[in-house]
């Protein structure tokens, strides 16, 4: 779920009470998770009480968008959340698990290659020097 992305020009007069009822509902029949992209993804602006929305549903909660390591725990520390998903990270980031685990600092990603339909700035983001990386 996604109750602030405005992408393509989405939006809702009411995404508080809108997403309440969503996870309400979602938290009856049995979902093994709720995935939430929390906020705008083109910004870290949020506007609705995720929390909320976390505690109208009965399972497991996965939250996403604008995650670094440090938000990431102070989130789980909180139960805010019971998984992080990260995905902006792991596309620059291809040993990203590595990377938190030891801080190695990470890549920054490239914006204006995610959605150009190559493989430039998909596949191309390097490995930390710092580790032994095998696959």
């Not at 995404?15 to 993804?41: D, S």
């Not at 910004?43 to 938000?71: E, L, P």
């Not at 990203?96 to 490239?110: G, Y």
């Amino acid at each position: 779920l996604s109750p602030e992305n405005g992408f393509n020009s989405m939006s809702d007069s009411n995404p508080q009470q809108h997403f309440e009822t969503i996870a309400n509902k979602l938290g009856t029949r049995g979902l093994a998770y709720l995935h939430v992209l929390e906020g705008n993804m083109l910004t870290r602006q949020r506007d609705v009480d995720y929390r909320t929305i976390r505690d109208c549903f009965n399972g497991i909660y996965i939250a996403n968008n604008g995650y670094d390591k440090a938000r990431a725990q102070a989130a789980l520390a909180n139960d805010d959340c019971d998984l992080v998903a990260f995905g902006v990270p792991f596309l620059a980031n291809p040993d990203l698990v590595e990377r938190l685990k030891t801080d190695i600092p990470l890549n920054t990603p490239d914006q204006d290659t995610f959605y150009g339909g190559d493989k430039k700035g998909y596949i191309d983001y390097p490995f930390s020097k710092k580790q032994d990386v095998k696959f």
